[in-house]
């Protein structure tokens, strides 16, 4: 059973930028649709982006224009750059690959 480690998260103020990483312990190539989620205190979790292996990428319009969700399929690995970080982007980052999800990173952005 393949394995999602999250990381990158941690705390920055408003305004910034964070780079989260999702590395798997296998092969992860022919899955087709990867995708990052959040989680907010109280709230259902999200969908962020996700991006498939012919490159098409989809985003949550909230984060569209300041985040990139991007992989490496040689290094079974799914980047999330987030950029012009809010308050509101607050929450436990999961990253999704088929039914295999991460155990979260979180993301903490305030002053």
């Known amino acids: 059973q393949v394995q999602l480690v999250e990381s990158g998260g941690g705390l920055v103020q408003p305004g910034g930028s964070l780079r989260l990483s999702c590395a798997a312990s296998?092969?992860?190539?022919?899955?087709?649709?990867k995708a990052w989620y959040r989680q907010a205190p109280g709230k259902q979790r999200e969908l962020v982006a996700s991006i498939t292996n012919l490159g098409y990428t989809n985003y949550a319009g909230s984060v569209k224009d300041r985040f990139t969700i991007s992989r490496d399929n040689a290094k079974n690995t799914v980047y999330l750059q987030m950029n012009s970080l809010k308050p509101e982007d607050t929450a436990v980052y999961f990253c999704?690959?088929?039914?295999?999800w991460g155990q979260g990173t979180q993301v903490t952005v305030s002053s």
């Open positions: 999704n690959v088929g039914q295999i």
């Open positions: 296998g092969s992860i190539s022919r899955i087709s649709t």
